[in-house]
Every structure is written in C-alpha cells, then in structure tokens.
C-alpha cells in the first residue's frame, strides 16, 4: 500500500523558516518523481513543484521558486520542502504527492498544516 | 501560465442524477488533465488522467472526456459517497495548475 506521511508542520512567526518532510512507504521511492501541493484554508489547489527520481531536475512554480526548496534523500524514503521567509500567505495545508506516469499526482498524503502567525 | 477555468463553482443535484463538471484551458493542453476528488477534511484522490483514464479503483460511474481546451468529468448515478469538490488539473506546461473547484452537494 502506498502511504506518504507530512510531518514538520505547526505555527511559525513570520519571516521565520520550516522544513516539512514526507515519509514514503509501500513503493519503490527512488523510481518515481515527487511533488509538494498546497491548500489555502477554505480554498483551491497551489502546485508547488516536483522533484525526479535522482534530484537532478527541480521544477517551481514561479512565485515560490525563491523561497521554497524542494530536495529528497532516497535512501531514507523521504521527501522534503524547505520553506523561508514564510508570510501569512503561506498559511496552508501542504500536501507530498506522488506522480503518475506523467506528471498527475496519483497518490497524496494526508497533509500537514503550517499557519504564519505572530 | 495556463490558466485552468472550472465551472460551476458548485453544484447540488439528486441521488441517481448524472452531473457534469466542466474545466476550460486557456491553451491547448493536448490532454495533459486530471481530476481529483477531496472529500472534507481528506486529501485529494486522484479520479482521472490523461483526460478519460480511470485511475485504479475508481468505480466506473466517474468518466473524463474532452481534448485542446475543453474537458468534462462526468458523474453518472449520483451516489451520496460523492459528495466532495473536485479539481481539475493540467499538467501539460509548466508551471502546473489546478482548476478553483466544484463543490458537489446532494439535494
């Protein structure tokens, strides 16, 4: 069984950084690309970006390029998204994702939340 | 960026109806689409790919259609378990985006 497992999250002030992680199991984590995506509450879907299967190809969206870093270690199954300069914009529950064949998220996790708060 | 157009925003139909979401592109995405569902408090689950296939495990009610910048998820037989809201998403260009949503409701 797939399973993907956030971890990292909580309240951080403003300006400050976090590192979420997300715990793979049930699949061979180095064959495939990962992703993060993230949710606003009470809104829709940000994808964030995507890592491959050897970390030698990063892509971001454009507006989180500078402030968010994606990165994996395959040996450890884990996948990990470095956030800095965090704004009350970046409140949100971030999700890890696995990509399909192409690149469709085909299985998710169950979420982490982070809220920007002084 | 392609922006992804997601329409209704929500929808309230019967048990047993047929329901139709629809996704526009504001470009050719040669099919590059999926829908998930999210049900409250849940994850995204991914229903559809490449436009009109089933992910593994989806019942068969839920079918995709569509190509260049048009595309439709279908729901036949309206089941109370549906109730949720459903994005669609390209992946055909980066940077990737998600349709704003459907909140789907049972009357």
């Known amino acids: 069984e797939v399973k993907l497992v956030e971890s990292g999250g909580g309240l951080v002030q403003p300006g400050r950084s976090l590192k979420l992680s997300c715990a793979a199991s049930?699949?061979?984590?180095?064959?495939?690309?990962m992703g993060w995506v993230r949710q606003a509450p009470g809104k829709g879907l940000e994808w964030i970006g995507e890592i491959n299967q050897d970390s030698s190809t990063i892509n971001y969206t454009p507006s989180l390029k500078d402030k968010f870093t994606i990165s994996r270690d395959n040996a450890q199954n884990t996948l990990y998204l470095q956030m800095s300069k965090l704004g009350s914009e970046d409140t949100a529950i971030y999700y890890c994702?696995?990509?399909?064949?192409?690149?469709?998220?085909?299985?998710w996790g169950q979420g982490v939340m982070v809220t920007v708060s002084s | 960026d392609i922006q992804m157009t997601q329409s209704p925003a929500s929808l309230s139909a019967s048990l047993g109806e047929t329901v139709t979401i629809e996704c526009r592109a504001s470009e050719d995405i040669y099919n590059g689409l999926a829908w998930y569902q999210q049900k409250p408090g849940k994850s995204p689950q991914l229903l559809i790919y490449?436009?009109?296939s089933l992910h593994t495990g989806v019942p068969s009610r839920f079918s995709g259609s569509g190509s260049g910048t048009q595309y439709s998820l279908k729901i036949n037989s309206l089941q109370s378990e549906d109730v949720a809201s459903y994005f669609c998403?390209?992946?055909?260009?980066?940077?990737?985006?998600f349709g704003s949503g459907t909140k789907l409701e049972i009357k």
């Open positions: 490449n436009a009109n």
């Open positions: 998403q390209q992946y055909y260009d980066y940077p990737f985006t």
């Open positions: 049930g699949f061979s984590f180095n064959d495939y690309w």
């Open positions: 994702a696995r990509e399909g064949v192409l690149q469709y998220f085909d299985y």
